[in-house]
């Protein structure tokens, strides 16, 4: 009869030992509905707005061109910010073409837009993310972060702004040549 609990102790104390190296799941961190994003590799910081009420994220983009690289369908864009990483005119992102999605137009009609992977910090947390392509430049901000990039990793206190831990890797703006 000892033997039996003693065995079950010498289990329950394995479990124990085990469950307590396991990893925990990291807590969602708290954000301003307006953060800063930033785009890598290239460490350039764009304002995002966080938008729960939307499912994929967009960035604005600019002359969007699809492709075709050894069989396979890319997507080549403009990104016209980037002005204090050291690009004044913007930069070119090329990216393997994730799928396609038609969005609603303001005319109720579906309009169809290119979604590629994209790594996106913030807040210190870099994740890969789908994102739509889209001319936003009407838009307050060019870049809108949707559910599917913040479940899990953000709760969303809409009345703060840049909330954000300042800690993702950011280009240094190249020098100026000295007068």
């Not at 967009?58 to 080549?76: F, L, M």
């Not at 090329?94 to 609603?104: M, S």
């Not at 870099?126 to 559910?147: C, H, I, K």
Request: hydrophobic share 35%.
């Amino acid at each position: 009869m000892k033997s039996r609990s003693s065995a079950k102790q010498r289990v329950l104390a394995m479990l124990i030992m085990v469950c307590s190296t396991l990893p925990l799941a990291a807590e969602p961190q708290t954000v301003g509905w307006l953060e800063g994003a930033y785009l890598q590799p290239w460490g350039v910081r764009v304002r995002a707005k966080l938008d729960t009420g939307a499912k994929t994220s967009t960035i604005h983009a600019e002359n969007i061109k699809p492709y075709e690289k050894n069989g396979v369908i890319w997507v080549r864009f403009l990104f016209p910010y980037g002005r204090r990483e050291g690009y004044p005119e913007g930069f070119v992102i090329e990216r393997p073409l994730a799928r396609q999605i038609r969005v609603k137009t303001d005319d109720g009609t579906t309009a169809p837009r290119y979604v590629i992977d994209l790594d996106v910090c913030i807040s210190g947390k870099t994740q890969t993310t789908e994102v739509s392509l889209s001319d936003r430049g009407n838009m307050n901000y060019p870049m809108l972060l949707g559910r599917e990039t913040l479940a899990g990793h953000f709760v969303i206190d809409s009345q703060q702004t840049f909330m954000g831990k300042r800690t993702c890797p950011r280009k240094l703006a190249r020098k100026r040549a000295a007068k």
